[in-house]
């Protein structure tokens, strides 16, 4: 197979962009394991966990530091919290998600000063 190199050095890969070549075994190993545990979803058929997926997708991302902060956050505090267990494939509402946006909103967020926020997407309580 043919490889890709971004202009960071990431290498294109199953899965979408790798951080570097020494990054392709642990995730082929990774892989192989869970296809002989029977564990294994191709994320092509939206079985994946969300978390599996996000964690695929979040390898590919090229964002500034303060932006991945704010991302990282958001998942790890929110998005995965809600979702992370789910198919991929189990997503099929815009209500479902615009429902829980409204009672993230509605809570606000904890800022590591134990002040409350309001929530917002571009926000990184810090």
Not at 10 to 17: F, P, S
Not at 21 to 32: V, Y
Not at 59 to 81: A, N
């Amino acid at each position: 197979m043919a490889r890709e190199v971004s202009a960071a050095g990431r290498h294109a890969g199953l899965g979408g962009w790798l951080r570097d070549q020494a990054g392709c075994p642990p995730l082929g190993n990774d892989q192989e394991a869970q296809i002989r545990r029977d564990r294994w979803n191709d994320p092509r058929d939206g079985a994946a966990l969300l978390a599996d997926w996000i964690e695929l997708w979040w390898g590919g991302q090229d964002i500034e530091p303060t932006t991945e902060l704010k991302y990282r956050y958001l998942i790890d505090h929110h998005i995965l919290p809600a979702f992370g267990s789910r198919p991929v494939n189990t997503f099929t509402s815009l209500e479902e998600i615009v429902a829980w946006e409204k009672r993230i909103r509605s809570r606000g967020v904890l800022a590591s000063d134990g002040r409350r926020r309001p929530f917002h997407a571009g926000h990184n309580p810090g």
